[in-house]
């Protein structure tokens, strides 16, 4: 997920570095990476992308989120292969008891939350910060607005003068854009509780492993079913759905995406490659 | 490499079951894998191939060779995913003190021998067992031998019977095969006790990192130049060598091919895909 040019990745399978390069993504550039859970398809290509980046001489910070027992596994690799990294790894441990926020700065937040699977698994949700209003330069110039009151305007509250003048913030300051979100959940079995900590992020990834047909097993095996992902994103509320860990038992995801569709038609199957702009809603 | 349909495979960085498949390899049938050391290109696709034997209902024993930090790794890492594998791991260490016997049966034998790299590393030595000569069936019945005396012959003795009867061993058996042997080293700085521990092996496989032009880097980074490894296949008097571990410095490995076969000319660059038929020398 590309937020104003800072990458963050969720979740890096075996092979995520071949991805990379298919996608033209630049590797370098991901300062964020945040692990789900420790099965193997989530973590296996962790290592092996840090020992690129290290490879490729970077010396930035790295933010690592994740279940503790990862800090542990890389700590334990790098011994054995006696690494030298030359960078930082910053890293962040998972909770599976509630929501917490991970990361914020000036434009992004990044939170966790949790969710059900076979082993303590987490999901992700990275939200833009709010904006703050921008003062038209026009009004700036008419009103020849003060710096306190430029302050008061960004704050939005209107000013008004002592000679009578009123200065309205919804006339003197550009819309602000919305900020956007996207939220990350799998692996998991479906959880009503998730629609809450989800509701209305603009974007939604969803595992959807099964179809209902085989709510038993997903159920059983702690995945959910294409069906069950379309009612979770339609109980939150979210803008847009997309499905993916579709069962190889599946030659594709056209069926799972009709049954996913069929609860929530704004739904999109994730493949190789797929890339998703985020939107807000009017 | 597939002996008599036992498959061991040396050395397993990430992708390699991208690797298996291409080159339709039977996965399932690999029962010993053999890892040199600690360095991540080389073992990091190790986890996601046992993870991948589980999915596909293994049951069968695995041998698995490597140093003893990998036994810790796979332990953790299996521990952290709560991995309930249906198929048991034979863990044998390796040690860089000196050549030893990791595995015998009656077809095959598995040797380490160390190398020189900058962690603990070992090269493998993989030999066929001397068999047995086969008896020839028109000379049973010609001299209607008894079970001592077919006994005797697959001992490689003659046969003299009391009525002066002579019956020759080298006429009344089958010509024996040769035992072929290949030999794996890498990663290692350019040692010339490698020569003694590999001597007479039918196929080499010594990694090639750089052109000799950077010797000093080569010394320094623990690799070995292409004219060093045809050096050492030279002095091991090996009847292949294949050359492999490239520097992605450079485009292609014909450089480093042309310099190692000014030294030793039966050399090949090892390729994605390549395969090689083990030969014995007339």
Same mark, same amino acid.
């Given at each position: 997920?590309?937020?104003?040019?800072?990458?963050?990745?969720? !979740?890096?399978?075996?092979? +995520?570095?071949?991805?990379?390069?298919?996608?033209?993504?630049?590797?370098?550039r991901?300062?964020h990476?945040?692990?789900?859970?420790?099965?193997?398809?989530?973590?296996?290509?962790? /290592?092996?992308?840090?020992?690129?980046?290290?490879?490729?001489?970077? &010396? $930035?910070?790295?933010?690592? *989120?994740?279940?503790? #027992?990862?800090?542990?596994?890389?700590?334990?690799?790098?011994?054995?292969?006696? +690494?030298?990294?030359g /960078?930082?790894?910053?890293?962040?441990?998972?909770?599976?008891?509630?929501?917490?926020?991970?990361?914020? !700065?000036?434009?992004? $937040?990044?939170?966790?939350?949790?969710?059900?699977?076979r082993?303590?698994? +987490?999901?992700?949700?990275?939200?833009?910060?709010?904006?703050?209003?921008?003062?038209?330069? #026009?009004e700036?110039?008419?009103?020849?607005?003060?710096?306190?009151?430029?302050?008061?305007?960004? $704050?939005g509250?209107?000013?008004?003068?002592? !000679?009578? +003048?009123?200065? %309205?913030?919804?006339?003197a300051? =550009?819309?602000?854009?919305?900020?956007?979100?996207?939220?990350?959940?799998?692996?998991?079995?479906?959880?009503?509780?998730?629609?809450?900590?989800?509701?209305?992020?603009? %974007?939604?990834?969803?595992?959807? &492993? /099964? %179809?209902?047909?085989m709510?038993?097993?997903?159920?059983?095996? *702690?995945h &959910? &079913?294409?069906?069950?992902?379309?009612? @979770?994103? @339609?109980?939150?509320?979210?803008?847009?759905?997309?499905?993916? =860990?579709?069962?190889?038992?599946?030659?594709?995801?056209?069926?799972l995406?009709?049954? #996913?569709?069929?609860?929530f038609?704004?739904?999109?199957?994730?493949? !190789?490659? %797929?890339?998703?702009?985020?939107?807000?809603?009017?």
């Amino acid at each position: 997920m590309n937020v104003h040019e800072k990458q963050f990745l969720f !979740d890096c399978g075996e092979g +995520t570095q071949i991805a990379l390069r298919h996608g033209r993504i630049r590797m370098m550039r991901i300062d964020h990476i945040a692990i789900s859970h420790m099965h193997r398809d989530h973590y296996f290509g962790l /290592f092996g992308l840090i020992s690129t980046f290290n490879l490729l001489g970077r &010396t $930035r910070d790295l933010h690592l *989120y994740g279940p503790p #027992a990862l800090q542990g596994l890389l700590a334990a690799q790098e011994a054995a292969g006696e +690494t030298v990294r030359g /960078f930082p790894i910053i890293f962040h441990p998972t909770s599976t008891e509630a929501p917490e926020v991970l990361f914020e !700065d000036g434009s992004v $937040r990044l939170e966790s939350f949790p969710v059900r699977h076979r082993i303590p698994t +987490t999901g992700f949700l990275l939200r833009e910060q709010p904006r703050e209003p921008g003062v038209k330069r #026009a009004e700036v110039r008419k009103w020849d607005l003060q710096p306190s009151e430029v302050l008061a305007l960004k $704050r939005g509250e209107d000013v008004h003068r002592e !000679d009578g +003048t009123q200065i %309205l913030f919804a006339d003197a300051c =550009h819309p602000v854009p919305a900020s956007r979100s996207y939220a990350f959940a799998a692996d998991t079995r479906y959880w009503k509780q998730v629609a809450e900590w989800v509701k209305g992020v603009d %974007l939604l990834y969803h595992e959807a &492993t /099964f %179809l209902d047909a085989m709510k038993a097993r997903a159920e059983k095996t *702690y995945h &959910t &079913t294409a069906r069950q992902a379309g009612r @979770l994103a @339609l109980e939150a509320g979210v803008g847009q759905l997309v499905i993916g =860990h579709v069962s190889a038992r599946y030659e594709g995801p056209e069926d799972l995406l009709k049954e #996913a569709q069929a609860v929530f038609p704004e739904t999109v199957a994730a493949v !190789d490659g %797929l890339i998703l702009e985020v939107q807000t809603r009017c």
